[in-house]
């Protein structure tokens, strides 16, 4: 279906193209991306992009116009005008990512902008570079905006929720298009450095406006860029410089401690290296890492433990919904030999009293997910105990988010959720909206039998029942607050479901009993 055409201005014209190639140098100049002695060889670079030979001189306001407005009326001018043959999401990526490709420096420039501010200090670096992602159009903050996020009190603190909306829907036009594609080892996997600058295609995003920090960690060459989803302030991924799978041992540690060392205002932490535990890419090596203190990391410790051969590191069991270890100290190796050893212990731990098996024959379950963080002159490492066994009840996993759960929470338990954000899918915008008519008339006995007729709405008519019998006045002023509320309770539930070692005073016992064999 083709577009709307666009109309700008009193003249009743459509996209005026030379006027918007002015509004993003303007845009670019504003942001820092280009100075004035870029223009022309901007501009030039732009009309070469849209297949121009020229523009006109326009008059415009000199200020900073909205960026992706202006990419919106580019990208339609080049579809009405043949530049692209197709509008669907992707195509408008790809297509936009190359106008943006046009306005940022080239790799060297902006690491050597990096290492000078680094010079004055860590944090002035990460902000220049953070502020690039955004500005450049890389993170499109347009879309991270659309997230819904709010914090639910729970018994472990203020848990963060977000529904994710910015990722963008799949194209079935470009679905059915990737089908016919020739394959493509290049890049990779979606981490690996030879994304940086990448034009992408329909199975793959553009990068042209990505940029990659190089980082040095235990004498290896590791990269620093920020996810263009920022789930969380300053959310930035650390990658290997190879595409190598991850695995979680004493290397992955003292990277962690090189990392927060270089990087003292950041954590940063790795997914487990196993199946349904990780939550993320597992063939490339990376950590995620940022700027936010989750509840997690704002936990204290429940009970302190003394570990032979450890002096001067504190040992200790969280207090938080997962099973978290906390070792703290000021001597990074010795703190990396513990969590090691730790890791180690644990890889081959087994107590049946609490559904807990290292291996299925050959097949290993226990996995760590680690966390690093500076508190001061001491460095932090969480270490989160981690299970991927199945069973028939619990064919998805026996520390995973239950059946009863899944309404709102199915997918893998990985680094991010286990801190306390939950990353909740994009269909529970539409679904909690039109849950909510169905609470606020509950007062209609029959009301519910609706739902069965409601293939979307199907799975959370228990739980909406249940709200009701807990909530005496459901009303259009206090409905949005109780689904909130009761969103973040059942994250909280899905944590405590994820956890090797439950909460209660049998699981204590249990995680105690492990902690005192090491």
């Known amino acids: 279906m083709a577009p709307k055409i666009i109309l700008l201005g009193d003249d009743n014209m459509a996209v005026n193209i030379s ?8 845009y670019a100049k504003h942001k820092k991306l280009i100075t004035s002695e870029d223009l022309i060889y901007t501009k030039n670079r732009l009309l070469e992009t849209l297949s121009l030979d020229e523009i ?3 008059n415009i306001e000199d200020k900073e116009y909205e960026v992706q407005q202006v990419l919106d009326n580019i990208t339609l001018w080049a579809y009405e005008n043949k530049r ?31 290492k000078r501010l680094y010079n004055e200090s860590p944090r002035s670096a990460t902000d220049y570079f953070y502020n690039l992602s955004i500005n450049s159009n890389y993170i499109r903050l347009a879309r991270v905006k659309k997230d819904l996020k709010w914090k639910v009190a ?10 994710n909306l910015s990722k963008p829907e799949k194209d079935p036009k470009a679905i059915a298009r990737a089908i016919n594609l020739k394959s493509s080892g290049y890049p990779k996997c979606l981490l690996c450095k030879e994304n940086e600058g990448y034009a992408g295609r329909i199975n793959h995003p553009a990068r042209g406006n990505h940029r990659l920090i190089p980082v040095t960690l235990d004498k290896e060459n590791w990269f620093l860029q920020y996810s263009p989803y920022v789930y969380y302030n300053e959310h930035c991924i650390v990658l290997n ?7 979680i041992c004493l290397g992955t540690f003292k990277r962690l401690l090189d990392f927060v060392q270089q990087y003292p205002h950041y954590f940063v932490g790795s997914n487990a ?31 302190e433990f003394k570990v032979k051969g450890y002096a001067g590191i504190t040992l200790g069991r969280v207090k938080w919904s997962m099973s978290v270890i906390r070792i703290k100290g000021k001597d990074k190796g010795a703190l990396a030999k513990l969590a090691d050893y730790i890791l180690k212990a644990w890889k081959n731990y087994s107590d049946e009293s609490v559904s807990i098996s290292a291996f299925t024959g050959d097949v290993a379950h226990n996995a760590i997910t680690p966390i690093a963080r500076r508190r001061g002159d001491n460095y932090e490492i969480d270490l989160v105990l981690r299970n991927n066994r199945t069973s028939t009840q ?18 893998n338990i990985g680094l991010i959720e286990v801190m306390g954000l939950a990353v909740l899918p994009s269909r529970l915008k539409t679904e909690i909206k039109e849950l909510s008519y169905y609470l606020v008339n509950n007062k209609n006995k029959d009301i519910f039998k609706e739902l069965d007729k409601k293939d979307d709405l199907l799975k ?24 909130k509320k009761e969103i973040g309770i059942i994250f909280s539930e899905v944590l405590e479901q994820a956890g090797v070692f439950k909460t209660d005073d049998k699981g204590k016992q249990a995680f105690n009993k492990f902690i005192v064999s090491l």
């Open 154 to 163: 729970t018994s472990y603190g203020d848990i963060d929720i977000t529904i």
């Open 394 to 411: 619990f064919p998805d996993g026996i520390f995973h988010p239950h059946i009863e759960l899944h309404h709102i929470k199915k997918e």
């Open 241 to 247: 410089g190879e595409h190598v799978p991850m695995k």
């Open 56 to 58: 006109k001189d326009e």
């Open 460 to 483: 959370h008519k228990e739980w909406a029942i249940e709200l009701t019998q807990k909530y005496s006045d459901i009303n259009e002023k206090n409905v949005d607050d109780i689904l």
């Open 19 to 26: 006027t918007e190639v002015e509004k993003i140098l303007c």
């Open 84 to 114: 692209i043959d197709d509008y669907g999401i992707i195509a408008r990526d790809l297509f936009d990512t190359k106008i943006m490709a046009c306005l940022i420096g080239r790799p060297s420039e902006i690491i050597k902008e990096f």
């Open 273 to 303: 290296d196993l199946p349904i535990v990780g939550g993320s890419i597992l063939s490339h090596d990376h950590f995620q890492g940022g700027n936010y203190e989750f509840a997690m990391a704002k936990a204290p410790v429940e009970e």
